[in-house]
């Protein structure tokens, strides 16, 4: 089992993902109210978390800075390098499908990135199932994926649906298949309607998943480039995704949907 080049690749020499969430308006509104999500839910600090695809570790840092122990893990080099320079947390190579963890060895385990870079339905319940593993009864379990209408909502709100025909074409295919089509600018992806996530959820033996729209209905504004990138935009939008979080009708408005299971 291995993961897919070409996310190695991407992530190391296409795209810089450590300063995603603070160099952008919605990539702002992502971070805080991740973090918001995860104050409510996580177990009160010094628990221990498992931060699975934990990327540069920007929330792990977070965490770590409230007190938690910390221990991410990532395939790609370059994020495990660019976590342990945080210095505050333990920062290791893994897949999320064979977690090198113990049995019941965290208080909590999150998700926030694997899912949607695992386009097999299987290695997504996979990785659920080992969270579920590595994680103590009576812990918790978070876990973000991609919404599948975030492209068409991305394109619509940048006016490129109406002037890009081939991202529209490879929005609509997405649309239908929930398969990323590299040619999009992003990599290997899978993006889930919120069924999807309750069902996978479901079937990894989790239970009923709690789903929480991240962003909010606001977010296609933050990336339209018809406002200026402004902090207390940042804060309605925010504000607005509290209102509708879990509204089952309006969830699909943002682009990431976290879920959450106590197990
Ligand atoms: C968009 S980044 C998110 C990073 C971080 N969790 C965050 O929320 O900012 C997605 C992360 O998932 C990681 N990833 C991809 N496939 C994975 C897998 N099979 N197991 C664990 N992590 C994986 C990537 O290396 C990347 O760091």
Redesign the pocket.
Known sequence: MS??PD??EF?TDAYD?SD??HRSAAGRA??LR?LELLARHLPPAPARVL?????????AAELAARGYRVTL????PR?VDQASRHGSFTALP????ALPQDEDSCDAA?????L???TERS?RIR?LREAHRVVRPGGVIMA?VISRHAPLLDLSARGRITTDERAQELAAELAETGVNDPRSGFTVAYFHTAAELREEWRDAGLGEASLYGIEGPLWPLLVSGLVEDRDDLVATAIRTARVTEQDPEMIASSAHIMAVGRI
Not at 73 to 76: N, R
């Open positions: 993961v897919h996310i190695i992530y993902e995603r969430l992502e971070r991740t931060d699975i695809g934990g990327g540069p570790g920007v929330h893990l990532d395939p790609v994020h893994g897949d999320a499908r999150l998700l926030l990135g694997p949607y870079h695992l290695d990785a973000a």
